[in-house]
């Protein structure tokens, strides 16, 4: 069956990064982008970038153009999001999750990884 | 970048129909996804493309699209549709995939 298992909660100072890693399995990995979405306590989803396993391409949200590195491992199905220079106003779930292409929905998720910024 | 507005919440008796709504400007041209979270658990998509349910979905939960409005509804609501509820549509912006504000779900 289809999973992507996220890996455990951090907690972080502010000024620091975070690496938060995305495993997938049940499909073929290059078939479907991967996505990262964020949730911070008590708010909605917010859309933060997509990586194209096949060629390792992303694609951001303005709002985290220059803080938010995406990358791949194919041998391991393994995505990573990198998320530096963290202010308390990033503590937040991270979701990853997966579509087939625009414009088709987030079809899987994964369970979240929370992520707390705090001095 | 493209809007989708949802109102805060929605109230409806055991047995009744939720309709949950998700604005945007000419959204009927545009495919439009339903999640739905509960607290503490990821998001689930319930409806896909306006109006396919994935599988393992009931078929109490259904949707439209058309003008400026797309629509959620949840005919018999049970006690275990209490939950948040978010629209998504993807768009040719900047950000191209957006999140309505979630609409939250109380079952009376």
């Known amino acids: 069956q289809v999973q992507l298992v996220q890996s455990g909660a951090e907690v972080k100072k502010p000024g620091a990064s975070v690496k938060v890693s995305c495993k997938a399995s049940g499909y073929t990995f290059t078939s479907y982008y991967i996505h990262w979405v964020r949730q911070a306590p008590g708010q909605g989803l917010e859309w933060m970038g997509i990586i194209n396993p096949t060629g390792g391409r992303t694609d951001n949200a303005q709002k985290f153009q220059d803080r938010v590195t995406m990358t791949r491992d194919t041998s391991t199905n393994t995505v990573y999001m990198d998320l530096s220079s963290l202010r308390s106003d990033d503590t937040a779930v991270y979701y990853c999750a997966r579509s087939l292409g625009d414009p088709s929905t987030f079809d899987f998720w994964g369970q979240g990884t929370m992520v707390t910024v705090s001095s | 970048s493209y809007v989708l507005t949802q109102p805060p919440s929605v109230s409806v008796a055991p047995g009744k129909t939720a309709r949950i709504t998700c604005g945007g400007n000419n959204i009927g041209s545009k495919s439009v996804h339903w999640y739905q979270q509960k607290p503490g658990q990821a998001p689930v998509v319930v409806i896909y493309?306006?109006?396919d349910r994935p599988s393992g979905i009931p078929e109490r939960f259904s949707g439209s699209n058309s003008g400026n409005t797309a629509t959620l509804t949840i005919s018999t609501v049970e006690a275990g549709d209490e939950a948040d509820y978010y629209c998504?549509?993807?768009?040719?912006?900047?950000?191209?995939?957006?999140f309505g504000a979630g609409t939250k779900v109380t079952v009376l």
């Open positions: 998504q549509v993807w768009d040719s912006s900047s950000d191209p995939y957006v």
């Open positions: 493309d306006d109006s």
